[in-house]
Structure formats: structure tokens, C-alpha cells
């Protein structure tokens, strides 16, 4: 499958996704994809893989003024793409955060909501991805995790794997997760 376990893709292959995303973008607003988030004023969110930075503004406007956004990516160019929305909506709460993939600079237990969508299936640590998530979500904090280009068999025995996460439900776009353990 095109992107498995690569980690980061190569710039043309961003920008050709990003061209791809806006011609779709244009018919049909991605906003939608976060509404079963239940993501509120003063959370703090964390889109990971923020690739072209196609949530940021719903999810900057669902947490207001007193919340925070992560943007998080393992490529150069998505962050450029989260700090060129940020400046056209004037978004004061998105902090974009270039990883290396294995860690990332967030505190431990902040996140209320951490989504990764359309992106699961090219981490090749997946234990290590999954424990860092788990490391900045709150103990009572929730990921919402897409299986990406992967079965959803595949998916669910890397969640449970990693053993740090329950999987609490599942419909055909998502899994919902909570942590069982706080590695540090």
C-alpha cells in the first residue's frame, strides 16, 4: 500500500496530497470530521499529522480563546502549511510543533483530545507513536485514531499492542481510545 510505514513522505508526494485535499476541500468542507470529537472551549487539542491543516480552524474556533491547538508533523512542509492558516484566520491558539517522530514537545498529560487522521498506517514505530501520545494525553483524555490506509484488523492489534490504550468504541471512520497507562 502507497505510504506504509515511511514515516514521511517526500515533498512532492505533500504537495500533491495537498493539492489533491484542496480540489476536494472546495466541494465538501473537512469540517465535519471533527464533530463527533466532542472537542470544547478551553481543551486542549492535538492534531496530529496535521499534514496540510485542513481541521485547524474548526478545531481552533471549537476550543475559543482559552484552548489550545497542537499542530503536529514529522514533515517541514505541514508545519508551514499550519503557520500559513494560522496567519490567514489569525488563529492565536495554534501552536505548530515540528516532531521527529518519537517525541514531541508538549507537556505530559495536557491534551484533552488528540486525533490522528489519515495518517496511522505510514508510522513505522507504532508502540513508540503510541506511547508518546499516550505520554501527552490526559488520563482522562481520548484519541481518536484512523486507520489510515490499513485493514482496521491491522490497526486494532497495533493499538492493542502497544499497551498503552483501550479501544472504548469504534465506527467505520475512527477508533476511540483511552489511556491505560502514563509512560513518562
Same mark, same amino acid.
Given at each position: 500500500?502507497?505510504?506504509?510505514?515511511?514515516? !514521511?513522505?517526500?515533498?512532492?508526494?505533500?504537495?500533491?496530497?495537498?493539492? @489533491?485535499?484542496? @480540489?476536494?476541500?472546495?466541494?465538501?468542507?473537512?469540517?465535519? !470530521?471533527?464533530?463527533?470529537?466532542?472537542? /470544547?472551549?478551553?481543551?486542549?487539542?492535538?492534531?496530529?499529522?496535521?499534514?496540510?491543516? /485542513?481541521? +485547524?480552524?474548526?478545531?481552533?474556533? +471549537?476550543?475559543?480563546?482559552?484552548?489550545?491547538?497542537?499542530?503536529?508533523?514529522?514533515?517541514?512542509?505541514?508545519?508551514?502549511?499550519?503557520?500559513?492558516?494560522?496567519?490567514?484566520?489569525? +488563529?492565536?491558539?495554534?501552536?505548530?510543533?515540528?516532531?521527529?517522530?518519537?517525541?514531541?514537545?508538549?507537556?505530559?498529560?495536557?491534551?484533552?483530545?488528540?486525533?490522528? +487522521?489519515?495518517?496511522?498506517?505510514?508510522?513505522?514505530?507504532?508502540?513508540?507513536?503510541?506511547?508518546?501520545?499516550?505520554?501527552?494525553?490526559?488520563?482522562?483524555?481520548?484519541?481518536?485514531?484512523?486507520?489510515?490506509?490499513?485493514? !482496521?484488523?491491522?490497526?486494532?492489534?497495533?493499538?492493542?499492542?502497544?499497551?498503552?490504550?483501550?479501544?472504548?468504541?469504534?465506527?467505520?471512520?475512527?477508533?476511540?481510545? !483511552?489511556?491505560?497507562?502514563?509512560?513518562?
Amino acid at each position: 500500500m502507497c505510504g506504509n510505514e515511511m514515516d !514521511r513522505m517526500p515533498n512532492w508526494a505533500f504537495k500533491t496530497m495537498s493539492f @489533491i485535499f484542496s @480540489i476536494g476541500d472546495f466541494f465538501q468542507s473537512p469540517d465535519h !470530521r471533527l464533530d463527533a470529537f466532542n472537542m /470544547r472551549e478551553g481543551q486542549t487539542i492535538v492534531d496530529w499529522g496535521c499534514g496540510t491543516g /485542513r481541521y +485547524l480552524k474548526q478545531a481552533s474556533e +471549537l476550543v475559543g480563546d482559552s484552548g489550545i491547538v497542537y499542530a503536529v508533523d514529522i514533515h517541514q512542509l505541514a508545519i508551514e502549511a499550519a503557520v500559513a492558516v494560522t496567519k490567514k484566520y489569525n +488563529l492565536k491558539n495554534i501552536h505548530p510543533v515540528l516532531t521527529d517522530g518519537k517525541s514531541v514537545n508538549i507537556p505530559p498529560q495536557s491534551a484533552d483530545v488528540v486525533y490522528a +487522521l489519515d495518517m496511522f498506517h505510514m508510522v513505522s514505530d507504532t508502540k513508540g507513536f503510541l506511547t508518546e501520545l499516550c505520554r501527552i494525553t490526559k488520563p482522562d483524555g481520548v484519541l481518536f485514531l484512523e486507520d489510515g490506509h490499513q485493514p !482496521r484488523a491491522l490497526a486494532k492489534q497495533k493499538v492493542n499492542n502497544s499497551g498503552c490504550w483501550e479501544i472504548i468504541a469504534e465506527t467505520k471512520v475512527y477508533l476511540k481510545c !483511552r489511556p491505560i497507562s502514563q509512560s513518562m
